[in-house]
């Protein structure tokens, strides 16, 4: 299980920009950080994108980008180093910055505020290297969360909706390379969706995922709110292109009347005591019964297609939680003593060395070692004394300063 939090300071990291190489990925994250805006303020949206995407190229991490914006010319610098893609894509700004860097301090300026998060260390750490990938979700059964506290949630769901960007353009990697499917099914619940920013490429693409046998479950209180972000075409798209669809009685009048009219028209009996009378036609579903389903506490759209037939099936149901099925019950009752198996944070090697600051102890100061120094010695003496008994003594223990060393004598020799 990886819990993934940017705001964690012990979690799991995941680095966006790790492995972009490429124009297409760089700007599909790049949209999802820096949104369009509408009017006159998307050329600025719209060219911080741009540099962001250049950036993501050209930096090894978002907090790197986020520090090299103090120095304009030098991040022009950067970025002009050598002749790629990343400095096609910057080559307005880089322009910009040679002239008068009116429009450059603009673009910056633009793009700062949408990294306004990344001035937080922790969240710079969280972000500085990847500890799970695309790979772990396909190699074995793996819970991925990303989540953020609630009152951070304005600043950072983009970078989660960025996220699951990347982790979605990655596993298409993997299935391009399977030619086809993914090794293993993949699900992606989305709670609270329109939440994640403007995610045009996933909208976009939720008809083709099913091929790589992925499925997506998206929650969100009423239509409106997709239409906000991506306005009524790209909301009809996203809605044309769910298979499955449970709207909850109690929406609002508008979400209602979407679905009254998806369900098309009802063809009755004007008068069902006079064989002759005239028949007259009625949505199959009104606003109120919507609304107010007649069995049950929501409506359910699904499409049945096979080879020779097709049809829109429509039902009133009530949902059973998944913890109120008895078979449920007794899956989680054989494991509710059992703790997840969670992802820790990866070691990071070429951090600073304790030794290099050192930290007054109890034992300099008073001449001699403090009770709590010498429980821990023991403490450590006895886990690495049950360890090699364990092992058989084919196991060494070492510290992870031992570790730095060694990999730091690493490179000093394979450096020519």
């Known amino acids: 299980m990886v819990v993934h939090d940017p705001t964690s300071a012990a979690g799991p990291r995941y680095n966006l920009a790790e492995g972009i190489d490429n124009v297409s990925d760089a700007r599909a994250i790049a949209d999802v950080l820096v949104p369009s805006a509408a009017g006159d303020n998307r050329f600025w949206t719209d060219s911080a994108a741009a540099l962001l995407a250049a950036c993501l190229i050209r930096f090894d991490n978002l ?7 103090n120095d304009m010319k030098g991040l022009a610098k950067a970025l002009k180093s050598k002749q790629d893609d990343a400095a096609l894509l910057a080559n307005s700004f880089i322009a910009s910055v040679g002239s008068d860097g009116k429009v450059a301090s603009n673009v910056i300026a633009t793009l700062a505020t949408a990294l306004t998060g990344w001035a937080s260390t922790d969240v710079r750490a969280n972000t ?5 990938d695309a790979e772990l979700i396909v190699s074995q059964p793996t819970v991925v969360v990303l989540t953020c506290p609630g009152r951070m949630r304005a600043v950072y769901a983009s970078y989660l909706g960025a996220t699951l960007r990347k982790l979605m353009l990655d596993l298409d990697t993997i299935g391009e390379r399977n030619r086809g499917p993914l090794p293993m099914p993949v699900g992606v619940i989305l709670d609270e969706f329109p939440t994640l920013g403007k995610l045009d490429s996933l909208v976009a693409d939720v008809n083709l995922v099913r091929k790589r046998r992925i499925s997506i479950l998206i929650g969100a209180q009423t239509k409106g709110q997709f239409e906000m972000i991506y306005g009524r075409e790209g909301t009809q798209a996203l809605f044309t292109g769910l298979a499955t669809q449970v709207i909850y009685g109690g929406c609002d009048a508008d979400t209602a009347e979407f679905y009254s009219k998806a369900s098309g028209t009802a063809t009755t009996d004007a008068n069902m005591d006079d064989p002759n009378s005239h028949l007259r036609q009625r949505p199959l579903l009104t606003v109120d019964e919507v609304i107010t389903p007649q069995v049950g506490n929501c409506t359910i759209f699904a499409r049945y297609v096979e080879t020779g037939f097709a049809t829109q099936v429509i039902l009133n149901a009530r949902l059973t939680r998944f913890y109120e099925r008895s078979d449920w019950k007794r899956r989680l009752n054989t494991v509710k003593d059992s703790k997840p198996l969670l992802l820790e944070r990866g070691i990071e090697f070429d951090d600073p060395e304790m030794s290099d600051m050192e930290m007054p102890t109890a034992e300099s100061i008073a001449g001699g070692a403090s009770t709590i120094e010498i429980a821990a010695r ?14 058989g003594g084919k196991v060494k223990l070492v510290t992870v300063a031992e570790l730095r060393a060694r990999r730091k004598q690493a490179k000093l020799e394979m450096t020519p």
């Open 378 to 391: 023991a403490k450590l003496a006895e886990v690495k004394a049950k360890t090699e008994q364990q092992a």
């Open 128 to 132: 500085s290297a990847s500890d799970f």
């Open 63 to 69: 907090g790197a980008i986020y520090n090299a914006m």
